[in-house]
């Protein structure tokens, strides 16, 4: 933890969960792994941006922003630094300024809209990504594009609306109170005015994935249990190898960064919800009340693709997502996955219109497309999936406690 009493004071207007956390002083980072989910503290300065290893919160707001066409160079710097002073402020449980909600005086629209004030820090991170269209010679970034950076090829069973996909800029905002994600987003668009606008946005509740050592698998909304396989936190050279953009990658900036992709994926919930559990374990390729493979052993046990049942056939079904989206099918790639669930009403015909809002971190976005392409192609689970929104990002390294999101881009 890099916060101390001092910085904390420093920052000013933080409102009453600040003042907690600043009564705490040096003691701040005691409050990182605090119980108290709403009190946590997740740092935002790091080598790596914060949310994506961090144990992953309950809830997300999802916003990808498009940059003004006019904005040059210097106009979206200046946004970077804004936004990253911002989300410094937010992350303790401040306000997005030092005025703050209160502070501006009666005759002034104030700078923050103040749905936050006393809800806490509850572990919120700030995640910032760039899309392929952020490269461009009107920002000065046109060369400095890695080579890595493919297009996202069109994948079967995509309805895609590319209105509500894609975009410049991203911000994953994660926290446990799902008052605290909206709050930092509805602020930071503020801020973004007018040389970044909103595009699109998803929220999600329930965390339908593990990042933590020690988080427990949670449920998505097929009722399977989903993160197991998941890269965990203290994984090192997993992380190195599947994950963190490496230092003689084409562009040595992105270095400590990573490739994010998200795909807002509807779930033919009551179509599922019709089958036997018996076929929904098969389509999974695990089982239901533990997640073990069908193959054998618990929810932790390596599937073994080899064993067969009485009849002779492969206990672990060819057409299973386990069996597709399994490193062994795929060249032994691995992505670190963070999904959330939605519910975001019903459709025009009455039904749930929810889903995953899958999101995963990967090495290459080349990598994470493999995977896809298997799963999309030879599997059973895609009948019962639709996917509708996407994008693809950069997520540049992290900071330290100077200097701004994406600097190493602009140096
Ligand atoms: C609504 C869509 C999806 C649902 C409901 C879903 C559900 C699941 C479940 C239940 C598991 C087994 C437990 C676990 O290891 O986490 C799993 C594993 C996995 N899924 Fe998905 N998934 C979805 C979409 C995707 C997509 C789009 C990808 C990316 C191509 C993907 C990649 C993976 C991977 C890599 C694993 C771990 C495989 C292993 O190493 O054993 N999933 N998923």
Redesign the pocket.
Known sequence: MTINRRQLLALGGLGAAGATLAACGDGASSKQGSDDIEERVVDFAGEHQAGIITPMQNNLHFAAFDVDPKADREAVVDLLTRWTAAARRLVLGGEVSAKGAFGGGEKFPADDSGEAVDHGPSGLTLTFGFGRSFFRDQLGTAGKLPAEFTEMPTMTNDFLRPEFSEGDICIQACANDPQVASHAIRNLTRLAVPTATLRWTQLGFGRA?ATGTEQPTPR?L?G???????IRADEDAELAEHVWIPADSSQPWAAGGTYMTV?R?A?NIEVWDTLQLREQERV?G?DKPV?APLSGGDEFTE?DFEAVNERGNPKIDRAS??FN???AQNDGI??L?RPFNYVDGTNEQGRMNA??F?I?FTQTPER?AR??KS?SRDEM?TEY?KTTNTGTYLVPPGVGDDGYIGEGLFA
Do not use: S
């Open positions: 994935g998505n097929f399977q249990k989903d993160g197991t396989a998941n795909r994926i779930m999974t695990r997640g599937p997502h386990l989206v399994h490193p691995r992505m996955r889903g995953l899958f995963a994470f995977v896809h799963m689970f999936l």
